[in-house]
């Protein structure tokens, strides 16, 4: 059983992520976890040395990435992240990740939409 907020919600997410078509887990560069669908990653899960109680969540956001630019756990994207509508949130110890949960589920939900070939996406229900 995960130990921190943090750790649950990346279970949470990516068990939520799994129900997806064709949907696999794996790692993705070197030092975090993701998401993918026919070997295309849709979620990032990680950072570079991160504690237990915190996590980056990494996610393409094709139709929302303008709107959500400005909520306080996201960072600024730059560079080819921004430029293809991928949203960088990052959790840090005294942010409630659990309290956003259905938002991160629906983020996940638009990333693999964006990311999976059509006759997959059209499988699923929106969030």
């Known amino acids: 059983m995960p130990e921190t907020p943090h750790q649950r919600a990346e279970a949470l997410l990516t068990a939520y992520g799994l129900t ?21 990653g849709f ?10 109680d915190a996590l980056t969540i990494i996610v393409k956001l094709p139709i929302s990435a303008e709107m959500v630019a400005d909520l306080p756990f996201v960072r ?8 293809h509508n991928w949203v960088i949130a990052d959790f840090g110890p005294q942010d409630d990740i659990l309290a956003e949960l259905d938002t991160l589920k629906a983020w996940l939900w638009q990333s ?16």
């Open 76 to 83: 600024e994207a730059k560079g080819w992240y921004k430029q």
């Open 20 to 40: 997806f078509p064709e949907a696999n887990t794996g790692p993705s560069w070197g030092f975090t976890r993701g998401l993918y669908v026919q070997k295309k």
């Open 43 to 52: 979620a990032v899960f990680g950072d570079k040395a991160q504690p237990a």
């Open 112 to 127: 693999y939409v964006a990311i999976a070939p059509k006759k997959l996406s059209k499988l699923l229900e929106a969030p």
